[in-house]
């Protein structure tokens, strides 16, 4: 059973950094596509980054280029979102993504595991 687990959310001041952490379990990752996506209330999720576990190549969003990296931990098996410079518009909920095809897609219906998601707030 896959199990993806967020963690590292919280609320700080525009400006600050966070690191979201994707613990994953429950099966072999190594050919998979990881993703971070966010959703604000009342919009779509959206693809914020993705690495593909094989060979570490990275995508980000236009919004997130420089100020966000995305990684992972093979040994760990975990994925990290390093979040620097944080605006007001990067509050959301953060969610972490699984996609057994390897594909780095920015459509959210393409992966096929979840984690619950961790909120992340950016104050003024």
């Known amino acids: 059973q896959v199990q993806l687990v967020e963690s590292g959310g919280g609320l700080v001041q525009a400006g600050a950094s966070l690191r979201l952490s994707c613990a994953a379990s429950?099966?072999?990752?190594?050919?998979?596509?990881m993703g971070w996506f966010r959703q604000a209330p009342g919009k779509e999720r959206d693809l914020v980054a993705a690495i593909r576990w094989i060979d570490g190549s990275t995508y980000y969003a236009d919004s997130v280029k420089g100020r966000f990296t995305i990684s992972r931990d093979n040994a760990k098996n975990m994925v990290y979102l390093q979040m620097n410079s944080l605006k007001l518009e990067d509050t959301a909920v953060y969610y972490c993504?699984?996609?057994?095809?390897?594909?780095?897609?920015?459509?959210?219906?393409?992966?096929?595991?979840w984690g619950q998601g961790t909120q992340v707030t950016v104050s003024s």
């Open positions: 993504a699984a996609g057994r095809n390897g594909f780095m897609s920015l459509v959210a219906v393409t992966y096929d595991y």
């Open positions: 429950g099966r072999t990752f190594s050919t998979y596509a």
